[in-house]
């Protein structure tokens, strides 16, 4: 059950905690709780092994505790997410060259014999393309996780966890920084060299590649993502250069690109990719929090307000940190409410200077380094 409270649904405060997640419908990129998949490791205690077998089971049974209610956290978040985004404008966003982008990347991606497909480590199921893995086919493929400066040290073990058990290759990066880049640069080599060998068994001619080195056996990578993840920046720092054009904005990439690297290593820097419509606005509030959409798409008092009610929820930040920021009283969990009051205090009343404001807090991490996402059990 719910009561709408200032524009933005509200979960019915005497209710919410009995509410079951099956009796919500979820948006399809849900928001889960964290799986603890290594094991506790085994407590040992000198002069019994009952004694032992009782604090060991005292432990596991407050770890099952933390995690039950990580779980619950999470899970009453996204259902809370589907329901406030139900009520807004849909988010969507599809610039012209976007689309020409996508019909000669696909063309591209059937030459690729690697890809690496860039995300944003605060939001990497929001920055997945439904269409990458048919795109993909059985290409070799490196997920790298950009922004890893920018959530906790919890929230990247969990993602790496995840993907290990996928058996995906993950690298966590950081473009502007260059955190990351060269593991991505050995492991993109090794595939490369490993894609060599295979050609050269097969009696496969060397593959043209720049003028400046036309008989060399070269192996094409592409750089693939959601627009303003840090795929130009990832490849400048992988260059040592700057060679791509990178900005901390959306659709700043227009074209294709290919530039060389390394002896044998081709990569084309792409234009951010989205889908044509954003059928999860779950996941489009989402992007729109994490300046991974442009900013004509959304209305920054919506997206403010809901970001506002996401971290009080989350007890990395809470209402006090906000109150300590902001100096202002979270009034029952009210997003609308919290935007007005601080437009109020410093900008004349202007809600879109105070929800601008807030959303620029986040995007710099002055509420501390979070993602919005946890991988699905």
Request: with cysteine; aromatic share 6%.
């Amino acid at each position: 059950m719910a009561v709408t409270l200032c524009g933005v649904w509200m979960p019915n405060p005497t209710l919410s905690g009995n509410v079951l997640p099956s009796q919500i419908k979820p948006s399809s990129t849900a928001l889960a709780a964290t799986p603890h998949l290594v094991s506790s490791s085994t407590i040992q205690i000198v002069g019994g092994k009952s004694h032992g077998q009782y604090v060991n089971e005292r432990v596991n049974t407050n770890r099952t505790f933390e995690d039950s209610s990580e779980e619950s956290l999470w899970t009453n978040l996204d259902a809370d997410l589907y329901h406030w985004t139900k009520t807004l404008r849909p988010i969507q966003w599809y610039p012209g060259h976007i689309a020409k982008t996508e019909k000669e990347l696909k063309e591209q991606l059937k030459l690729m014999d690697v890809v690496i497909e860039v995300r944003d480590a605060r939001i990497p199921l929001s920055t997945s393309h439904p269409q990458m893995e048919s795109w993909l086919g059985n290409r070799k493929r490196i997920l790298v996780l950009n922004r890893e400066d920018m959530i906790s040290t919890e929230d990247r073990n969990a993602w790496a966890t995840y993907y290990a058990m996928q058996g995906i290759k993950v690298v966590f990066s950081n473009g502007q920084l260059g955190m990351g880049s060269m593991r991505l640069s050995r492991l993109a080599k090794a595939l490369a060299s490993g894609v060599n060998v295979k050609r050269r068994a097969k009696g496969l001619l060397p593959r043209p590649g720049f003028k400046i080195c036309p008989r060399r056996l070269a192996v094409r990578a592409g750089i693939v993502g959601y627009p303003n993840v840090g795929k130009s920046s990832l490849i400048n720092r992988l260059l040592k250069r700057r060679m791509c054009p990178a900005a901390p904005r959306p659709g700043v990439t227009r074209e294709l690109k290919w530039v060389h690297f390394g002896r044998d290593l081709e990569l084309l820097d792409s234009p951010g990719i989205i889908p044509m419509r954003i059928s999860d606005q779950s996941a489009a509030i989402k992007l729109a929090m994490c300046d991974d959409i442009g900013e004509r798409s959304y209305d920054v008092a919506d997206v403010a307000a809901i970001l506002v009610q996401m971290l009080m929820r989350l007890p990395s930040v809470g209402s006090k940190n906000l109150y300590n920021r902001y100096k202002i009283d979270s009034d029952g969990l009210c997003g609308n409410i919290f935007v007005h009051k601080l437009a109020v205090q410093l900008f004349n009343g202007d809600t879109h200077q105070a929800a601008f404001r807030i959303l620029t807090d986040f995007r710099k991490g002055k509420f501390g380094w979070i993602a919005l996402e946890r991988p699905p059990r």
